[in-house]
């Protein structure tokens, strides 16, 4: 049996952001709201429409294109409504904007 592991200095996620998505996307599926398989189908749909249009960076281009993935399934399957998480995005952008640096970001509420 062999093992493949990262090179030395490399990680699997630039932000922390990616990895909380990735877990999130993981633990969702496990939870029933989507099988793996429909994950993996609708993700590289998201990933072809995306590059059609140019080419994709491979790392930027490839997370975005997983929220976009993660957002549609959500909202597909009644889950979480696309007009209710922009809605949600909207607070935490205002949230993030108008709070001090070093502070903790709250939504008012």
Known sequence: MTTE???TGTAPFDEPWQAQLFALT???SEAGHFSWPAW???FGAVLKDHGAARP???QGDYWNA???TLEHLLD???W???DEAEQVRALWEDAYLSTPHGKPVRIAG
């Open 40 to 42: 993996t189908e609708a």
């Open 26 to 28: 993981v633990a969702l």
């Open 66 to 68: 997983w929220l976009v």
């Open 80 to 82: 979480a409504a696309r």
């Open 56 to 58: 994709l960076d491979g």
């Open 5 to 7: 592991t990262a090179p």
């Open 76 to 78: 597909g399957s009644g």
